[in-house]
């Protein structure tokens, strides 16, 4: 099965992958951030979701 770039959410809502646009896009509005915050977050504590959201105080 391939990997549907249309689809609004991630497949799988505990890591938060930056290499795909349409997490970036969903991520960022899901958490009110820019991208840069997110890339930052992501940077400094690694990929899980609920690692990145404690970082950016959601």
């Known amino acids: 099965m391939t990997d549907d770039k249309n689809l609004r959410a991630p497949r799988d809502a ?3 992958n930056v290499n795909e646009d ?5 991520w960022c509005r899901k958490w009110d951030v ?3 915050q997110l890339r930052d977050a992501v940077k ?3 990929v899980m979701s609920r690692d990145v959201a404690k970082a950016l105080g959601k």
């Open 34 to 36: 820019s991208e840069q």
């Open 44 to 46: 400094r504590v690694g």
């Open 22 to 26: 349409y997490e970036v896009r969903y």
């Open 14 to 16: 505990e890591r938060v």
